[in-house]
């Protein structure tokens, strides 16, 4: 899990934003983030955030409310998701903009990668035990058994660890234990990144490749084009003025639409705020004209 390096906002090489400022990668208490849908909608109102989307791992369980508490303080959001994807043995994450939360498909192949995220935490849970770090996960296997919908992951174990002592914070628990190559990691189980295209166009929302900075190895875009990607996200707290260059590039060769956001979880181990990376307004038009289009 790479440290973030927050980047300007927007890029100078796109029309900037006239409709105010735009986050689409937020998450809440529903996947692994620290804010509750209530809270996530206050700071982005602090940050003067016009338009919101939470992001959620595997869960769209905060949409309904974050919408309704989000129109009451004049913000849109619109219905987002983050859905893990294996490429080759390795995590390739896609973000859905503009879906249907109550698509039948999408709904069924969400709670299996909630199930499957459950069975990987136990085997997470019984490597730290082996290696000399028994943490308690029982309450995280509690809250995800007393609502289907929320999802559980590493990042809420790195929490645990360092609430056991084990690490000074969540950054050093994935340099150290949980992360690629490391002893306590575990290899994920899923769709490949086309599968999930597939899945997000049938709730008829936008498939966007979620942070391409932060993956050793890109996947091969032309595949996923070909497979109907709508979109990449250039704008990340990963990427800096040479990836976001890089991004934009690739997006216009591909014909691509983009995306951006902080990718804010709340975590003090990164110290982003909502708004902290946002998308110009030219580029969310864009993405709207898109969904409407598909709709």
Known sequence: MARRRPVPRGDASIPASRSGLIDLHLHTTASDGRCTPSELVDRAANARLTTIAVTDHDTTAAIDEVQRLAAGRGIEAIAGIEITAIDRGRDVHMLG????????????????????????????????????????????FARAAADSRRSIGRPLIARALVEAGYVADTQEAFDRWLGSGCPAFVPRTGAPPDAVVAVIHQARGLASLAHPGKLRREPPIAPLVEAGLDAIEVFHPDHDAAL????????????????????????????????????????????????????
């Open 244 to 295: 976001v260059e890089r991004y934009v590039g690739m997006a216009r060769q591909f014909g691509l639409l983009m995306t951006g956001g902080s990718d804010f979880h709340g975590d003090p181990a990164h110290g982003l705020e909502p708004g902290s990376v946002t998308l110009p307004a030219a580029e969310f038009e864009r993405l709207r004209c898109a969904a409407d289009g598909r709709r």
């Open 97 to 140: 903009y503009f879906l249907d939360p109550r698509d039948e498909a999408l709904v069924r192949f969400l709670s299996e990668q909630r199930a499957a995220r459950v069975a990987r935490a136990h085997a997470i849970g019984e490597r730290l035990a082996a290696l000399g770090m028994p943490i308690d996960l029982g309450p995280l």
